[in-house]
């Protein structure tokens, strides 16, 4: 159904057979609401604007169908025309957003023919229509189109992932792009040591969108940059459902053969689509400052300021412990960054730690402050930042690749090679672990997995065994892993 098109003069640009004078019909003109008898024209029609929507995002609605030669928003009102270079492409634009919701900034746009042939500029204000045009050059610009040629969109996105601090994983690139529409497919891979992913939608216009939304924008504050383009590809063929790769048209499909502790993982499954943010896509719950940890129910008898150090350190770089001098079962643990102190609260929150089930959860202190000079402490409070334990201090620290929840199978890495799996498994027999099965890595015997009686077991022998002196200049590396013997 036609609705009213409302014209106002101030933009500078007026359709075609609009006469531009003092009276009311100049400032507005009304169309022929009768239904039967809709001719289509190049220009577009579009009602129901979100107010803040700029041109550019107006313009990227018709872009997928064609080049867009004009364009005219009437904020006040709320409607915007597009003049595409072709009828047919305006044809196209219409028919398919009769049968798909148009949406811009979460609100539904009405698409139809504009009864006017074209729109043409009121040369007394010749800058509105620079500007439009600014804006079509630039829009077609981002797009890798010229202002001559029409482009080719497609429906698969190639997504490169820039400074990529945190591990990025197939989940929260779903979760992300699914925000835009509907994912049919994702392959991840990585390409000159860049991690990247090709993500199919069902038509061009999500995939416009998606690209338009999410270009340039970072995962997690500072880092992890997205980079959208289109592929050459038309589709994926996806053979396996796994952390690789995923066809969620075809859930039925094998897993195929899971690597061994290498893929990219966080290891935990976001609550909810990711929250799109200007400065970036925060990851649920995390606060801009959100450093600090509250850790609660500790083993006053058994924890130390430098167990919690090593624990904490398998999620980000711990600059700081505080035990509470008077409730030495709490603790303030301040982390590097916000997204490791919520891995960390993600991970270990309810674990079994000495015997009791630990709390995690984020503290309002901004950081923890070292104790003053003359005040009772008794070695509660410790400093890490210059500690040479950290794992993640190299930006983009294939660390961030194996991070996982606590498990009962730990992962060994800097193993000497003068160093057996006899020796190995007495260290940690010595240290007053029974260890249930040990196993190299095939190609590398710098690596090896070792399986305890319990996760909570393995926790403790984590806190005791990581940097373990297995000979005069090797110390043991020890994290969770994935896998099993």
Known sequence: MRGSEDIALSNGLVPAGTLVDNNNDAKKAKVDKGQNNITPSRVVHLRNIPTEASEAEIIHLGMPFGRVTNVLVLKGKNQAFLEMAEESAAVAMVSYFTTCSAQLRGRTVYVQFSNHRELKTDQTHSNSNASAQAAIQAAQALNGQTVD??????????VIVENMVYPV?????????????????IVTFTKNNTFQALIQYPDVVMAQAAKMNLDGQNIYNGCCTLRIEYSKLGTLNVKFNNDKSRDYTNPSLPSGEPGLDVSFSLGLQLPGAAALNTAALRLPGQTGAGCVLLVSN???ETVTPDALFTLFGVYGDVQRVKILFNKKDTALIQMSEPQQAYLAQTHLDKVKLFGKQIRVMPSKH?????PKEGQPDAGLTKDYSASPLHRFKKPGSKNYQNIYAPSATLHLSNIPPTVGEEEIKAAFAEAGFDVKAFKFFPKDHKMALIQL?????????????HNFQLSDASHLRVSFSKSTI
């Open 149 to 158: 040629t029409q482009g080719g969109p497609n429906t698969v996105l190639r």
């Open 169 to 185: 994983t197939l989940d929260v690139l779903y979760q992300i792009f699914s925000r835009v529409g509907q994912v049919l497919k």
């Open 298 to 300: 500790l083993s006053e």
């Open 366 to 370: 901004q950081g923890v402050q070292m």
């Open 453 to 465: 009686d319990s996760v909570d077991e393995a926790i403790v022998a984590l806190i005791k065994m």
